[in-house]
């Protein structure tokens, strides 16, 4: 700008172009949501669909103590002006002790004091927990003009901090309801916990770090459990269908026991993901053992490593696990 003014210091008609150029720009669009003004409230169907099998994500897959599932699903409609949580931001202590613990308590009072101090929190519900990596939950919930956003957290069981979910989906379009939204979801990282596995024990992050989203080759370490090179992307671990309910109210509800029945998807799943490749993983090599051999003589020595992981899927097979190396023999005088 100042060579700008430099260059114009004596041109009327310089200003002119200059003036017009910045009012060309600042009557750009914003890629913001339009207002809404739809009037009345909505109510929505949410069905949350975990995808978490094998054989979508063989490595280091949980299947006992506790085996892989998912935890009930916490969600929040709201304005524009509150966020669960946030990629790229830190998480909240209500967030980091869901993530970690499962523990909702103190993400509730988040929200009780989001609503209560900026009354930027409509309504809170929940979708039962689904005992197993894929399998099905459903909630019913409400919304309206003012607050048309929706966002929840599903944590990943077991793992150090991991969960899914969504930020701030808006359910509103102008002066009408979106009819339905299906989204898929991928694993994210709290920044709280520094594990690498699923069952890694507690080991807190210091300082704690950002939100973010775990992919094939981030973290790139070959410990992470999520750590697939091979691959582009990681397939979609859950997905979130979000349907209008018709005539605009909640059905009746089901009987409390089918809240909680999951219907069972692996074959469906099966048919749609294709086998992830699974790369084989070995040990670090032994130290070298003795050199054996007679004296005088050249001798061997030997080392060895093992299979952490065999290969599946068409993965880069096994290297070898034994080595000999030329030495000389020991204890010779």
Not at 60 to 86: C, E, F, N
Not at 219 to 247: D, E, Q
Not at 251 to 264: E, H, I, K, R
């Amino acid at each position: 700008m100042e060579k700008l003014m430099l260059l114009c210091k004596y041109s009327a008609e310089c200003w002119l172009a200059i003036l017009a150029l910045l009012c060309c720009v600042c009557s750009l669009p914003l890629d913001v949501d339009p207002v809404c003004t739809v009037e009345g409230t909505a109510k929505y169907r949410l069905v949350f669909t975990g995808k978490w099998s094998q054989t979508a994500f063989p490595k280091q897959y949980p299947l006992y103590r506790p085996p892989a599932q998912w935890s009930p699903v916490i969600a929040v409609t709201h304005s524009t002006d509150y966020h669960i949580w946030r990629k790229t931001e830190y998480a909240s202590n209500g967030v980091r002790e869901f993530s970690e613990k499962g523990e909702a308590w103190i993400l509730m009072k988040e929200v009780e004091a989001a609503g209560e101090k900026i009354q930027s929190v409509y309504g809170v519900f929940s979708a039962p927990a689904i005992i197993g990596g894929t399998g099905q939950t459903t909630s019913e919930f409400e919304v309206f003009s003012r607050h048309s956003f929706l966002s929840f957290i599903v944590r990943i069981v077991p793992s150090p901090d991991w969960f899914v979910g969504v930020d701030s989906l808006n359910l509103c379009e102008g002066d009408h309801w979106k009819e339905s939204l299906s989204l898929d979801l991928h694993p994210h990282d709290a920044g709280t916990d520094s594990g690498f596995t699923f069952s890694s024990p507690n080991f807190e992050t210091i300082p704690q770090e950002k939100v973010t989203e775990i992919t094939s080759s981030f973290p790139s370490h070959p410990a992470n459990s999520f750590y697939y090179p091979r691959l582009k992307h990681l397939p979609p671990i859950a997905r979130v269908t979000i349907t209008k309910i018709k005539g605009n109210h909640i059905d009746s509800l089901p009987p409390p026991y089918a809240q909680f029945n999951l219907v069972p998807i692996g074959n469906e799943i099966e048919d749609t993901i294709a086998n992830t490749p699974l790369d084989c993983e070995v040990s670090s090599w032994s130290l070298w053992g003795l050199c054996k051999g007679k004296c005088g003589e050249p001798g061997i020595k030997h080392r060895t490593r093992y299979i952490r992981m065999k290969p599946a899927n068409n993965g880069t097979p096994c290297p070898d696990l034994e080595e000999d190396k030329d030495c000389d023999p020991d204890n010779c005088v």
